[in-house]
């Protein structure tokens, strides 16, 4: 009889009792488990398994145009921002928009993730993004400039064009914090001829202000195994078993 097999299963038997499991989540930014209001304000989510989630809100209302907190907004189109020089209770002010000052999201997690997917619930003009993958945990974002982002562990700047509601894929990987934004820098008004029988340069803003709501987002995680995982005695005397096995086979051949 060869006991090769069974050994073996029964080693991976024991790998599996402390190997870690993979799914992705979905997290509905519509009703949080706990908030509060007021600028500076933090939204906390419960994953499961140990994942937790807090979204903050963020815009350049600092001095130099640096970063500085807001509030966090939540509707049925989903997550939006104010900050301290709009009118909360204004459409479409209180969405993450470009208009004046640039809004952010930050979603920060306490173990690693992959994003994967966010969800515009509710838009108005178009609904074009930057988002950036941070690999630090708790980003410091109070006067940050958006070109020290990288001091903060976020890669490089990631674009999505669209209008309207709609999911867009997350590129940069795995990471401990997704920071979201209506577009940084539109693009430039387009020139035409105009005037006089078209002898003067007149432009037209083709690029419409970005408002949006974010409605959900989708993440991979991989649980961690749990640490110093001790093996069911059940499975001590599998792997006994064979072992004893394997030296009762090798005594009798001899």
């Keep these: 009889m060869n006991l090769k097999p069974l050994l073996g299963g029964a080693l991976a038997m024991a790998l599996w009792a402390s190997s870690a499991s993979a799914a992705w989540i979905y997290v509905d930014l519509t009703s949080p488990d706990s908030s509060n209001t007021g600028i500076g304000n933090v939204l906390s989510y419960d994953l499961g398994n140990g994942l937790t989630m807090s979204v903050t809100s963020w815009s350049t209302t600092g001095a130099g145009g640096t970063l500085e907190a807001a509030r966090t907004n939540i509707y049925g189109g989903g997550l939006g921002v104010c900050n301290e020089n709009e009118n909360c209770n204004s459409s479409p002010n209180h969405a993450m928009d470009n208009s004046s000052f640039n809004d952010f999201l930050l979603f920060t997690f306490n173990m690693t993730v992959d994003p994967i997917k966010v969800k515009i619930g509710w838009s108005n003009g178009d609904s074009d993004m ?14 940050l400039a ?23 894929d997350i590129a940069g990987g795995e990471g401990l914090s997704l920071l979201l934004a209506a577009e940084l820098v539109q693009d430039a008004p387009q020139a035409y ?3 006089y029988r078209n002898r003067s340069i ?3 803003d083709t690029d419409s202000k970005d408002y949006v709501k974010i409605e959900a987002i989708k993440v991979d995680f991989t649980e961690p195994p749990p640490q110093e995982e001790v093996p069911e005695p059940s499975t001590y005397a599998l792997v006994g078993s064979a072992l004893a096995g394997v030296a009762f086979l090798r005594r009798k051949r001899a």
Excluded: H, I, K
């Excluded at 930057?130 to 980003?139: D, L, Q, T």
């Excluded at 958006?146 to 867009?168: I, K, M």
């Design 193 to 195: 001829a105009c005037g």
């Design 146 to 168: 958006l070109a020290n982002l990288g001091t903060e562990g976020f890669g490089p700047t990631q674009n999505s064009d669209g209008s309207g509601s709609r999911w867009f």
């Design 130 to 143: 930057n988002y950036w993958v941070g690999s630090e945990a708790n980003p410091t974002m109070a006067g």
């Design 202 to 204: 007149c432009y037209r």
